[in-house]
């Protein structure tokens, strides 16, 4: 990797690290100019190949982080590599954004120097970079701005203590008044559902989140009811990879604090994901108008938990003059600059189904569409796993107390699609 830049939503480019010699930022024209001949950004092809390089791009938080290479990479390492920026430099600042990005400008570039080295990808474990270079703190910016503390550095002299050993990942020494430990485990459902209500595509992924408040060198075992749904796995380099080919469990000494051990896809065939809430819309053109009818309910799977979060967004077309819609229950919000209509709302009753009814008019000329739009969910429900993935049992050894353990399962939705 040569350079890696960092543009803001309408073009500026942020942050630009040079690694391996310096690449004119006038490189990222190329990119800019994609961007803007395509209808969305989700559009724009991950890789572009030049005469003289390749820009290699992710796009997160409405911002847009590039990688320059100029000779043959894997592009998942590059990808890979730039999403683990993006998600220390959320660790560090509590959100990623043009504001935070300028207001921690030196922070950025100290972390960018030790994540990677050369070109090469060297720590991007956030536990690490920590001990490295000290995030910053609202304390810290009110005494530098007054000009106190500033001979101080905020990048540690000495290298972490865990570096030289084989557990880099955690420091030494760690302890806690109360030992605990939180797992998350985060599905996100990818579906496309066709006008009849029928699913065409469904797809689950998952994450297991650890936040771990553990003293001394703890050695923990996370073990699955039904593990053999587990696919396409991606573990922490803490997991010892041999163990869970040999008796599908995790087994790992933890880094100290949040950390993300697995990221997996479920296995769906031969098992079909029951979806936990229905959107019946009925959207139909005639002449100059439309109607409009959408009903959204939970299903019976759920065993009374409540579905949160809920938002439907309906991209109309760009004929749509004008709109008489009403709904009885949550908020509904017609944008007319880009003809789209957003539904929060948000938790689900059980004693109704939220309905959208109404009628949009066309422009004047304008052809009727052939097809209503397709449109998107999106929900949140907590101790919920669309994939009935369920823990057995969650261990400790190496250290004589027994920690709190709690366990939460959070089910969202990922790109779901229903077409009317």
């Given at each position: 990797?040569?350079?890696?830049?960092?543009?803001?939503?309408?073009?500026?480019?942020?942050?630009?690290?040079?690694?391996?010699?310096?690449?004119?930022?006038?490189?990222?024209?190329?990119?800019?100019?994609?961007?803007?001949?395509?209808?969305?950004p989700?559009e724009?092809?991950?890789?572009?190949v030049?005469?003289?390089?390749?820009?290699?791009?992710i796009?997160?938080?409405?911002?847009?982080?590039?990688?320059?290479?100029?000779?043959?990479?894997q592009?998942?390492?590059?990808?890979?590599?730039?999403?683990r920026?993006?998600?220390?430099?959320?660790?560090?600042?509590?959100?990623?954004?043009?504001?935070?990005?300028?207001?921690?400008?030196?922070?950025?570039?100290?972390?960018?120097?030790?994540?990677?080295?050369?070109?090469?990808?060297?720590?991007?474990?956030?536990?690490?970079l920590?001990?490295?270079?000290?995030?910053?703190?609202?304390?810290?910016?009110?005494?530098?701005?007054?000009?106190?503390?500033?001979?101080?550095?905020?990048?540690?002299?000495?290298?972490?203590?865990?570096?030289?050993?084989?557990?880099?990942w955690?420091?030494?020494?760690?302890?806690?008044?109360?030992?605990?430990?939180?797992?998350?485990?985060?599905?996100?459902?990818?579906?496309?559902?066709?006008?009849n209500?029928?699913?065409?595509?469904?797809?689950?992924?998952?994450?297991?989140?650890?936040?771990?408040?553990?003293s001394?060198?703890?050695d923990?075992?996370?073990?699955?009811?039904?593990?053999a749904?587990?696919?396409?796995?991606?573990?922490?380099?803490?997991?010892?990879l041999?163990?869970?080919?040999?008796?599908?469990?995790?087994?790992?000494?933890?880094?100290?604090?949040?950390?993300?051990?697995?990221?997996?896809?479920?296995?769906?065939?031969?098992?079909?994901?029951?979806?936990?809430l229905?959107?019946?819309?009925?959207?139909?053109?005639?002449?100059?108008?439309?109607?409009?009818?959408?009903?959204?309910?939970?299903?019976?799977?759920?065993?009374?938990?409540t579905?949160?979060?809920?938002?439907?967004?309906?991209?109309?077309?760009?004929?749509?003059?004008?709109?008489?819609?009403?709904?009885?229950?949550?908020?509904?919000?017609f944008?007319?600059?880009?003809k789209?209509?957003?539904?929060?709302?948000?938790?689900?009753?059980?004693?109704?189904?939220?309905?959208?009814?109404?009628?949009?008019?066309?422009?004047?000329?304008?052809?009727?569409?052939?097809?209503?739009?397709?449109?998107?969910?999106?929900?949140?429900?907590?101790?919920f796993?669309?994939?009935?993935?369920?823990?057995?049992?969650?261990?400790?050894?190496g250290?004589?107390?027994?920690?709190?353990?709690?366990?939460?399962?959070?089910?969202?939705?990922?790109?779901?699609?229903?077409?009317?």
């Amino acid at each position: 990797i040569n350079s890696i830049f960092v543009m803001s939503p309408t073009g500026e480019v942020l942050i630009e690290k040079h690694y391996r010699g310096y690449v004119p930022r006038t490189c990222c024209d190329t990119f800019w100019a994609e961007v803007q001949k395509s209808s969305s950004p989700q559009e724009v092809c991950p890789v572009l190949v030049t005469p003289k390089y390749y820009l290699i791009h992710i796009q997160r938080y409405n911002m847009y982080f590039i990688a320059n290479v100029q000779m043959e990479v894997q592009p998942l390492l590059v990808t890979e590599f730039l999403h683990r920026v993006v998600d220390v430099f959320r660790d560090y600042f509590n959100e990623v954004s043009e504001e935070s990005i300028k207001e921690n400008f030196i922070t950025v570039y100290q972390l960018m120097d030790e994540m990677m080295d050369n070109g090469i990808p060297m720590t991007t474990e956030p536990n690490v970079l920590k001990t490295m270079i000290v995030p910053p703190t609202i304390l810290g910016r009110v005494a530098s701005s007054m000009g106190v503390g500033g001979d101080k550095s905020n990048v540690a002299s000495d290298l972490p203590e865990g570096m030289l050993s084989s557990i880099w990942w955690r420091k030494k020494g760690v302890k806690y008044t109360n030992n605990e430990v939180y797992l998350d485990i985060v599905e996100e459902i990818d579906c496309s559902i066709d006008t009849n209500g029928l699913m065409v595509t469904c797809d689950v992924s998952g994450e297991v989140l650890v936040n771990c408040k553990l003293s001394g060198m703890p050695d923990l075992t996370l073990s699955f009811t039904n593990p053999a749904i587990i696919d396409e796995v991606n573990f922490h380099p803490c997991v010892r990879l041999s163990r869970y080919e040999r008796d599908r469990v995790m087994s790992f000494v933890p880094p100290d604090g949040k950390f993300k051990l697995a990221s997996y896809s479920v296995c769906t065939t031969g098992q079909a994901v029951v979806l936990p809430l229905y959107v019946k819309p009925q959207i139909h053109f005639s002449g100059s108008s439309g109607r409009v009818n959408i009903m959204v309910g939970p299903k019976s799977n759920l065993a009374g938990r409540t579905i949160e979060d809920v938002v439907i967004t309906i991209p109309f077309s760009k004929s749509i003059a004008s709109t008489n819609l009403s709904v009885n229950h949550g908020t509904a919000h017609f944008d007319d600059a880009s003809k789209s209509l957003r539904w929060d709302i948000g938790k689900v009753p059980k004693d109704k189904s939220p309905c959208l009814n109404g009628s949009v008019q066309l422009a004047a000329g304008a052809e009727t569409p052939e097809s209503g739009p397709t449109i998107l969910v999106d929900f949140k429900i907590v101790m919920f796993s669309a994939s009935g993935l369920k823990i057995d049992a969650l261990t400790l050894s190496g250290e004589k107390y027994k920690p709190y353990k709690g366990v939460r399962f959070v089910t969202k939705a990922g790109k779901f699609q229903v077409r009317s």
